[in-house]
Structures are given as structure tokens and as C-alpha cells.
């Protein structure tokens, strides 16, 4: 390198613009199903084969159960790391609601959505304590899915597994399934299938990935797209609608601070006088916690009912 | 020396030619590679996402060749390379963009004084906030202290500036910045691996004019830093850092680090300038470049920073009309861009998919020793000053006790100046975790003490860095290779600060969580709790006989659930309108803080279920 001024930048002819544009597979998941485990696997394989491959992750908060999502895009030539919307060849789901949440990655002409249908419901939308709450967990069916992209497969991966005798073999039928999609040879898979799992269970994967791959290739698909269907959560429960009224006799509270600890709700207080307090009552549902441990019989809840209405799915 | 220019190219006749080993690196290793490669002898950071890995991989190369450490703060972990540099060796150190504040008090001075062996300092900013407080553009610092900043694309790239960076601080005798982001952290590329440099030690060189920071002297060399950016720009010149690709006479962008790979996706066709530092800038050629194409355009993430200088030379150009100066570029934001630019004709079609599919925030772990400390904090109805780390999560729902929180070691400030402030009757609490503690949180309790506040601070210490993935630190007794060394006593240096009211708790006894905080906040002066349980995933993870619901027992309270364990949730029974609760027997480690707090005493250990 010189430090001269004058010497001309080097002007590089530019690379072959017509390169054939990267192969773009997506991995999403929920942390710990090993989404990145299954996306090393394949760039690996891509290297391997000596092809250009980019592997782009977001593992910040993976391990605390957040959703995980892994970019793989190989090719003679590769770019962004990241897989532009729209663009997603195959879109590979270790759960169904993160299929549904990146499906707008997936290229709407000619991509492949292939999801297991497990469903991880996180404990976070299970917070609403009142009657007849519902998670928010999506409901959409593969047949929905299908009006968006055409090639849509859902199949009960862990399921499979669990009957082959080993339930983590699930991501290894998924790349059974995955590698109909792709152009390695069966053998190359087999091969760095062989690379990545331990050697005792080496037999097992072989038979995961060989069952994942005949799945898709027979026409099983069919049945098992019955059901996903039927592991859609069934419909809401009746609830009773509700006014809730606590009643508070002062004179018996010694404001021994029980209640107060034990609310779900914390919408109780010990006020200045030492004597327990609703400050929320909209906060309060009723479950009457307080009246069962108040060793004075200082609370009483009143729960009336107003009517049964069909708790709504959120 | 190394061309980063043609990684490409160079990958290519690599593969063709005696075939060296490739294999593919996230960019945190291609840097740490690199740094090997440049023969680096001691590698020093703080962790911090996403830079973390870049020290963690360095310290799997031979001890000999290079000393890697954990500091307590990334100021330490910049004074120890410092030294190092004097010493005559090439020296490193990696932190993540607010590290750089932290240390930035010795970058200044250090920019003056310059090197002796090469030193370099990773700074990784994570635009978009994956994993951070801010999103602050860690590229200004390097025009404030005038040391310049190398921008890869790719991990190829990273592991050859990296190299390259090392030769430029010694010939321009400067510390030079390497800045990543995390999508190239924590890409996967291929790489192609070189030998190790030989370099060997230059050994100390005694010129108190130079090392010595006094206004004497840095009045000499504030002209000459002056004068080294003159000289690093004619360099920028004629280096192949700075690569033109000729296309469109009508279009061109002026690009680099990951927006690069962005814009060959998105507008291949363009005239492409890729600068291979942000600072100082090419101008010579710059110029060039815009005069060669009609309209040109900067395509950067977040400060316009490239963008701001070209208008100070009097080049119209455009950018942050069109590019956000928030959150992560990505090809289609740029492509939007370009669209609204009139550049791009037509946006590619999406699937009309749309749907609200289920929020998947971060969660504290199953048995995480943080849950018992804030829902019993939660409890005493505290004004709470937090700090970060895991236990930040303590601010959300349902434990949501902590009403404060700015940056590491923050807290128990905040808390004495609350305290001093006297606005609030309720009682002032900070809560601050092992490593937090050690990183800044030792100053302001002196502070506290010093200045008498009547404030308790609940020290969480759970026996590792754990928000970055489960470091060591000088707490833990371990080092970054895994020896043993000392182990820093807590209790002792709280003691030996004036600290008279400490307490040690399990932060698994919910019971007594609750009544040693009662205790504390009665004190009068500084109390401290130290809070104290390994975290459940790191050193070990751990997993115990798990707990399970007796179905029948349960009153659909969900108290359990204010823990906000992820191994609780809803079961499919009722109990009048509500849902009961379950345990998942997989993620449940046993800490059995749940059955302590259930009223019903209907959690109970699976014996069966033990693993
Ligand atoms: C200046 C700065 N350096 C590093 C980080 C990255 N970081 C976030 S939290 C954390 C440490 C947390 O450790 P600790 O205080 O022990 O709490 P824990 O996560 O173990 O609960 C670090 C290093 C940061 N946010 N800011
Ligand atoms: S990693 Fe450790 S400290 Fe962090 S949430 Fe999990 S158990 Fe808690
Ligand atoms: S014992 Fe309870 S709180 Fe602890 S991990 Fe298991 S379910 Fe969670």
C-alpha cells in the first residue's frame, strides 16, 4: 500500500452482476428447540460443498425462551445476511406460531412453508386472571396458510420422533423433510447429519432424517395436515361476566398484612391506620384469596353474577 | 499487509489455488482471528452483546501466544491494553457501543499519546437495540477522540481489518477503532485463515513527552494528532480500504460496513463507493466518485455520520431524507428507500399474510434466583433504582418492581440522590447484580456511605454475568480460561467501605427475603442485602426434582404465577371461571420458591419426575 495521493483507486471491474441469486432458507423457532443448531448444520453442509454462505442470527435473548430466527443464504455469491421479506425459499418452523409470524419472509410465488405443528404457548399470555381468560395464542389452520403460499407442509415432527424413541430427534426429521427442497445428495446429508449428533444416537437420526424425507415425498402430508387442525385449541370456554364487591369490616383487621402479601392482584394496602384497604378495584377478580386466609374474617368477597356469555379468543 | 478490499476475489483464488483452510466464522470469531493472526499478545474486554464472543474465542488460542482477560469494566479492560501497548506487545480490547463511554475517558488521551505496540480497540454496535439500552453510533466517538474506525462488511473482512488494523496503529502510531454491529457479530460467513504474524515485543520506550498526559505535553501533541489525520486521510486516498465500483453514470451510493452488502443486494447496478472506514474519510476520492455520477446517495445505519462530512466538503448528497436514522438498515428498508428516492421503480411482492401471531418477550428463567428478590421487593412497596443485567426483567409484569434503570452501576447513585432529593415517604432501595456491582457499582456506595444516605441496596448475586451468556468475573474465582484465582469477598468490601448493617440471604428463601428486606428498609444509613444463589443456567445448569400441581388442591389463585416462572401457566381445568396452573415437568429446576408462596399448598415435588 502506498500513501501517495496520486496513486489511482483501484477500480475493480465489477463482479459477475448475473450470478444466480443465493438460495434463502429461514429457521424460526422458540429458544432452546435449536434453531441455531439446525441452521449450522446446513451452512456447514453448504460450505462443504464449497458454495458461498452467510448465516445471520439474532441470539441475544434465545436462551430465555424469546423467538429465535436464523437467516441461511448460500449460493456462488451472497450479499445481505439477511433474507429481504418476500424473498424466503423455504420458510423451516420448529414451531407453529413462529411459521405463522415470519410467513411474510416467504416468497409468495414459490416458497416453501414447512412447520411442525407443536405449539408453544409462552406463559406470558397466560397473565389475564379474570373469568374465562384466553391466551393470545394464534389460531390459523394450514389451510389458511395455503391461500398464501402454495407449498405448505405441517407435520407433527416431535410427534414422529417420539415414536422413533428419541423426541429430539424432531429437528433432525424436519431436515429430512427440509432436504426435499434443496439440491444436496442424500448422502451428503446423511454425512453431516453423522458430523453434528452425538455418535450414540448417531442410528436414530439417520432414521429421523430418512423418515422426515419420506414423508414429504408420500402423500402422509394429507393426514397429518388433518392434524393440525385438530390441535388447534378447541373453542372458548363459557364464562360467567361478573361485579365483584369486597367488603371490609375494620374493626376485626389487625393489619397483620396476610392479604396485602398474598393479592395476585397487589390492589390491597395496609392504609396509615393499619387496616387493610382495596386501592384497585378494578384490578380485582374476585378469587378470593383474602377471604379464605384472613385469620379474622375481616374480608368478604361478594362475586355477582351478571350473565354467561362465550369467552373470545384475543 | 493485508488488501480487506478483495475478500472475495481473495476467497475464490484461495479455493483454487494451495486451498487453505476455510471455515465459516461469526464475525466476534473472524476478529479475534485476526487479531491471532496479527499476533496479538494480550486481548482484554468486559463482556457485553454482542461483542462477548470475541474475547471468549480469542481465549481458545494457545496461552502463549496471547494473555486473554476478563476486566472489571471496559475502562480497565482499555488501561490494561494501554499498558500493554507501552509495554512493546500488539494489544486489544473488545466492548460493546456503551463500553465505549465507559472507556472513552482513556481513548481521549490515549488518541494524543499514541501507541508504541499496535492497539486496537472492538467496538460492536447493536442498531436496532437487540440487546442494549441505546442505540448510540459508537462511529462519532472515533472523529471526537481522532482515531480512526474501520468498517468491515463480512467476517472475511473483519478478520483482515482486524490485521490491518493492528499495522495502522503502529505506523500512524495511533489507536485504531474496529467497529462491528451486531449483524456482523453475529453472522456466519466463510473465512479464509492466514498464519500468525511473529511480532515481537518492542520493549518499552521511555519518552515521558509523549506517555506522560500533562497540559505541557498534550499542547505539543494535540497539533500532531492533527497532522496524523491529514497524513491518515492521504492513506484512506490511495488504500484499497476504500473500493469503486463502477455502474449507472446516473446512480451512485456511497456505502459501507453491512449497508454494503445491502446495497449490492438491493441495487446492484448502481456506481457503489464502499468505504472501509467511516473515519477519516477518503476525500480525494470521494470527490472523484461524485463528480463521475449525476445523483448520489449515502446508504448508512443510524447517524449520518459520512453524510454530515461530505457536506462539509460541499458535495450535495442525500441520505437520511430516504434512509432512517433509526434501528437496523436491511435490504428492504433500503429498498423502500431508494423507492421513495425514485430510484427504484418497483417493491417486490410480499404475502398478505398478516397476523397477530403471539408476543414472545424475554422471560427470567425457570428457578431464576432474581424472581423471589422482586416479588418480595414488589411487596414492600419500595421506590426502586435498578441497575442492568437479567434483573432488569424484574421491571415488567408481574414481579414489575424497579422504577428506574440508565446504565451499569447507575442504581445505587440514583438511589442516594433520591434519597437526598426527600420527595418520596417510601422507602429508597437499588438493586444491582454481582458483576454490575463490580463493574461501577463500588464508587457510589463509598458515595453512599461517605455521604450518609438512608438507602438499602439489595446486591443480586448470583455468581456470574449472566445477561452475556454466563462470563466469570473477579467474583466468581475464576478466570476467562477457566483457571482458578482469587475469589473477591463482597461481604469484605462492603464491610471495609463503613457499610455496619449487611446481610446474607438465600435468594431462594422467599420467607426470608421478606422479612431481611423488612429489616433493611427499617435501618437507618446504608443497609445492604446481599442476595445469594447461582444463577440457574450458568456456571451449571441446574435441574432438580421438579414441582407439580395438585390439580385438585389449586384455587386458581395463580399467585404462583406473580414469580413469573416459565414453567407455570395455565392447565386446561377451571376453578369458578379461572385457570388453574400446571408445571411444565421439563423446564421446572425444582427451586420450590412456587410451593413456598402458594396459599393453598398445593405445589409439591415429583419425586417420579427427577431426572
Ligand atoms: C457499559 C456496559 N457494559 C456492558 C453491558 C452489557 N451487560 C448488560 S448486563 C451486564 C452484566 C450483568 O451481570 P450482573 O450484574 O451480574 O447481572 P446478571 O445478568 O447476572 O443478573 C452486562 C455486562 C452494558 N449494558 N453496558
Ligand atoms: S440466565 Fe440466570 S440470571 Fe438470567 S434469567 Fe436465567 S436464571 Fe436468571
Ligand atoms: S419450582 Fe416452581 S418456581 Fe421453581 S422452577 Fe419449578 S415451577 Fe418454577
Redesign the interface.
Known amino acids: 500500500?502506498?500513501?501517495?495521493?496520486s496513486?489511482a483507486?483501484?477500480?475493480?471491474a465489477?463482479?459477475d452482476?448475473a450470478v444466480a441469486e443465493p438460495t434463502n432458507v429461514l429457521i424460526v423457532g422458540?429458544g432452546g428447540q435449536g434453531v441455531i443448531t439446525v441452521s449450522?448444520i446446513l451452512?456447514?453442509l453448504c460450505?462443504q460443498n464449497?458454495l458461498?454462505?452467510?448465516?445471520?442470527?439474532?441470539?441475544?435473548?434465545a436462551?430465555?425462551?424469546?423467538?429465535v430466527f436464523s437467516h441461511v443464504r448460500f449460493g456462488s455469491?451472497?450479499?445481505?445476511?439477511?433474507i429481504?421479506?418476500?424473498?424466503a425459499d423455504i420458510l423451516l418452523a420448529l414451531e407453529w406460531?413462529?411459521g405463522?409470524?415470519w410467513?411474510?419472509?416467504?416468497n409468495?410465488?414459490s416458497?416453501t412453508f414447512i412447520s411442525d405443528t407443536q405449539m408453544i404457548?409462552?406463559?406470558?399470555?397466560?397473565?389475564d386472571?379474570e373469568?374465562?381468560?384466553t391466551?393470545?395464542?394464534?389460531h390459523?389452520t394450514l389451510d389458511q396458510?395455503k391461500q398464501?403460499?402454495p407449498n405448505a407442509f405441517a407435520v407433527d415432527a416431535t410427534g414422529m420422533a417420539t415414536e422413533l424413541g428419541n423426541p429430539r430427534t424432531a429437528n433432525t426429521v424436519l431436515l429430512g423433510m427440509l432436504s426435499t427442497a434443496l439440491d444436496f445428495t442424500v448422502e451428503d446429508w446423511q454425512a453431516i447429519i453423522a458430523q453434528s449428533v452425538p455418535p450414540k444416537t448417531l442410528q436414530v437420526n439417520q432414521k429421523a432424517f430418512v423418515l422426515g424425507r419420506e414423508w414429504i415425498q408420500s402423500d402422509k402430508h394429507i393426514a397429518a395436515r388433518e392434524h393440525v387442525e385438530e390441535a388447534t385449541p378447541p373453542a372458548a370456554?363459557m364464562?360467567?361476566n361478573?361485579v365483584v364487591d369486597l367488603e371490609i369490616t375494620e374493626a376485626w383487621c389487625k393489619g397483620c398484612d396476610i392479604c396485602?402479601?398474598?393479592c395476585?392482584e397487589?390492589c390491597l394496602?395496609l392504609n396509615s391506620n393499619e387496616i387493610v384497604e382495596l386501592t384497585d378495584p378494578d384490578a380485582c377478580?374476585g378469587?378470593?384469596?383474602c377471604e379464605?386466609?384472613c385469620p379474622d374474617f375481616a374480608i368478604a368477597v361478594h362475586v355477582q353474577k351478571i350473565e354467561t356469555t362465550v369467552a373470545e379468543h384475543r | 499487509m493485508t488488501n480487506g478490499s478483495a475478500s472475495l476475489v481473495r476467497f475464490q483464488d484461495a479455493a483454487a489455488s494451495a486451498e487453505p483452510e476455510i471455515r465459516s466464522f461469526m464475525g466476534n470469531e473472524a476478529i479475534a482471528r485476526g487479531a491471532w493472526e496479527a499476533g496479538v499478545k494480550v486481548g482484554t474486554a468486559y463482556p457485553g452483546t454482542p461483542s462477548t464472543e470475541i474475547l471468549e474465542s480469542l481465549g481458545t488460542y494457545p496461552a502463549e501466544d496471547v494473555d486473554a482477560q476478563w476486566s472489571t469494566n471496559e475502562k480497565v479492560s482499555l488501561d490494561v491494553a494501554i499498558g500493554a501497548s507501552f509495554g512493546g506487545v500488539r494489544a486489544m480490547c473488545a466492548m460493546k457501543h456503551v463500553g465505549l463511554n465507559v472507556a472513552s475517558d482513556s481513548l481521549m488521551s490515549q488518541s494524543y499519546i499514541g501507541v508504541n505496540g499496535g492497539l486496537v480497540l472492538i467496538v460492536c454496535d447493536d442498531p436496532g437495540m437487540h440487546s442494549s439500552q441505546n442505540e448510540q453510533d459508537s462511529r462519532v466517538f472515533g472523529q471526537f477522540a481522532m482515531v480512526p474506525v474501520l468498517e468491515p462488511s463480512d467476517a472475511q473482512e473483519a478478520k483482515d481489518f482486524t490485521k490491518l488494523a493492528f499495522a495502522l496503529s503502529e505506523r500512524f502510531d495511533t489507536p485504531v477503532i474496529v467497529r462491528s454491529t451486531t449483524r456482523l457479530s453475529h453472522c456466519r460467513s466463510p473465512v479464509v485463515l492466514g498464519e500468525r504474524e511473529q511480532f515481537s515485543t518492542k520493549g518499552f520506550k521511555d519518552i515521558p513527552s509523549k506517555h506522560v498526559a500533562l497540559p505541557s505535553n498534550a499542547r505539543i501533541r494535540h497539533p500532531i494528532v492533527l497532522e496524523r489525520e491529514q497524513k491518515l486521510k492521504e492513506y484512506m486516498n490511495a488504500s484499497s480500504l476504500v473500493r469503486w465500483e463502477p455502474g449507472s453514470k446516473e446512480f451512485g451510493i456511497i456505502t459501507l460496513s453491512t449497508c454494503y452488502t445491502y446495497v449490492r443486494e438491493v441495487i446492484p447496478q448502481a456506481s457503489i463507493l464502499k468505504l472501509g472506514a467511516s473515519y477519516p474519510l477518503a476525500e480525494d476520492v470521494v470527490r472523484r466518485f461524485c463528480d463521475s455520477v449525476e445523483r448520489v446517495l449515502v446508504a448508512e445505519e443510524l447517524e449520518p455520520v459520512i453524510e454530515k462530512e461530505l457536506r462539509a466538503m460541499g458535495i450535495e448528497i442525500e441520505g437520511k431524507k430516504y434512509f432512517p436514522r433509526v434501528g437496523e438498515l436491511s435490504p428492504e428498508i433500503l429498498r423502500e428507500g431508494l423507492h421513495t428516492a425514485g430510484i427504484i421503480n418497483e417493491l417486490p411482492k410480499t404475502t398478505d399474510f398478516n397476523v397477530e401471531t403471539v408476543a414472545r418477550p424475554p422471560v427470567l428463567c425457570a428457578g431464576c434466583s432474581h424472581a423471589g428478590t422482586y416479588m418480595a421487593l414488589r411487596t414492600i412497596d419500595a421506590r426502586v433504582m435498578g441497575d442492568i443485567g437479567c434483573y432488569t426483567l424484574g421491571a415488567i409484569e408481574p414481579l414489575k418492581a424497579m422504577d428506574a434503570c440508565v446504565s451499569m452501576g447507575a442504581s445505587i447513585g440514583m438511589a442516594v440522590g433520591m434519597a437526598k432529593a426527600n420527595a418520596t415517604d417510601k422507602p429508597i432501595v437499588a438493586t444491582i447484580g454481582d458483576s454490575t456491582f463490580m463493574h461501577a457499582g463500588i464508587p457510589p456506595l463509598i458515595d453512599a456511605v461517605y455521604n450518609n444516605a438512608n438507602i438499602t441496596v439489595l446486591l443480586l448475586d448470583n455468581h456470574t454475568v449472566a445477561m452475556t451468556g454466563g462470563q466469570d468475573h473477579a467474583g466468581t474465582g475464576r478466570t476467562l480460561r477457566g483457571e482458578e484465582t482469587h475469589r473477591i469477598d463482597f461481604e469484605q468490601i462492603i464491610r471495609a467501605i463503613g457499610v455496619k448493617w449487611i446481610k446474607t440471604v438465600d435468594s431462594y428463601d422467599v420467607g426470608s427475603l421478606f422479612r431481611t428486606y423488612r429489616e433493611a428498609i427499617q435501618y437507618d444509613g446504608v443497609a445492604v442485602v446481599i442476595s445469594d444463589r447461582p444463577c440457574a443456567l450458568d456456571p451449571v445448569k441446574i435441574k432438580g426434582t421438579p414441582f407439580q400441581v395438585r390439580s385438585d388442591g389449586c384455587t386458581a389463585c395463580q399467585m404462583c404465577m406473580n414469580l413469573a416462572c416459565p414453567a407455570i401457566s395455565w392447565s386446561n381445568e377451571l376453578f369458578d371461571g379461572h385457570h388453574k396452573v400446571k408445571i411444565d415437568q421439563t423446564t421446572c429446576i425444582g427451586c420450590s420458591m412456587c410451593a413456598q408462596v402458594c396459599p393453598s399448598d398445593c405445589i409439591q415435588l415429583n419425586e417420579a419426575g427427577a431426572t
Open positions: 500500500m502506498s500513501t501517495s495521493t496513486a483507486v483501484k477500480r475493480e465489477r463482479l452482476t422458540v449450522k451452512a456447514q460450505l464449497k458461498k454462505v452467510k448465516q445471520s442470527e439474532i441470539h441475544g435473548m436462551k430465555r425462551g424469546g423467538a455469491e451472497v450479499y445481505s445476511p439477511t429481504p421479506l418476500g424473498q406460531a413462529e405463522l409470524r410467513l411474510s419472509y416467504l409468495p410465488d416458497g404457548i409462552p406463559p406470558f399470555s397466560c397473565r386472571r373469568r374465562g381468560a391466551s393470545n395464542y394464534v390459523r396458510v398464501h403460499v370456554p364464562v360467567d361478573v396485602v402479601k398474598m395476585p397487589r394496602v377478580t378469587c378470593r384469596l379464605w386466609l
